[in-house]
């Protein structure tokens, strides 16, 4: 019985109400900002009891943090285009239409916050961070096996995504194609001139 019940666990009522809690807490980031809104606003938005949300997440501070988490993490696979120039520039790309969604600001927003609201925060800044560089890394050294002059993952995070997000947090939008190119080819300028265009030769 229990086993059967661990097993349903990710689907069927709980995953749903797990989806409307996360969409009430981006609607509430979005329209009146970090700490202008209690557990029991967001109980009220999701149509859920606050018990519910309480018993599942124990304090506002943890939703928030698994919020940023979820919504932030990219969630498709890393790209796989034969080189590392344009793995880079499909994984711009992908990142981009993220963070310029309808809810990509706010949850950009509510990360920002969460980096400065004492150490529950922090750590969910530094698990963002680690699970972003876990997911260039897996990217990176597919391209290093593949003989490509190898990157560092900070080189992508400080030369591609922190350029956007700070674009996004400012309202300097919409990122084009040529913008998120742009990027990618001036990491490869700096990083290792001429090389990374062509598939293997450093």
Known sequence: MNERQRARRPGGRSARVGAQVHQAVTELISERGYGNFTVGDVAAR???????????WGSLETLLSEVALTRLNAQSPMPDTGSLAGDLRTYAAQVAREITGPDGPAVLHLAFALSSSGQQGLQASDHLRAERTRQLQSMLDRAHDRGEPALDAFDVLDHILAPMYIRVLFGMVPLTPDYIDGLVDRLIAVTAPGSLSDHGDP
């Open 46 to 56: 999701a149509g859920v009891a606050d018990s519910s949300v309480y018993r599942r």
